[in-house]
């Protein structure tokens, strides 16, 4: 069985296929997910769940958000991909911040839930504008 010599062009188009195959690979670590999470959702990092997690091309994101509380919400950001890292000498960030929406059911997303008429948030102006 003859066997080729590795030559410098073998060698240089390899290191190119790692390289692009590297750009194309994106993950965002747990710890990096769970803060920028907390942040979004003002929540500390322990009191929610990251589940469906589905990372699209372009290094979008998408996942759901439950709460210990039972709220949920529907997140999503970018993380660039590993070459950018190389690229920019590791000094630009590569993971975005969270973004999520709050899931609302029953009512609009914009409109806030009235407080209950005993709470301290229905005071008597609240009371009398019929918003609790």
Known sequence: MKTSPITM???????LATLLLGCAATSVPQDKLEQRTATA???????????NQKMEEGG???Y???????ASYQCYLYEAPAMSKVVTLGIAPTTSDAICTPNVSGRSATTPAKPAASSAACNALLKAAGKC
Not at 9 to 15: G, R
Not at 41 to 51: A, D, H, M, P, Y
Not at 64 to 70: E, N
């Open 64 to 70: 759901s958000v439950a709460t210990s509380d039972g």
């Open 60 to 62: 979008r994101m998408n």
């Open 9 to 15: 062009p073998t060698v240089l188009a390899s290191l």
């Open 41 to 51: 959702i003002g929540r500390s990092v322990g009191n929610f769940t990251i589940i």
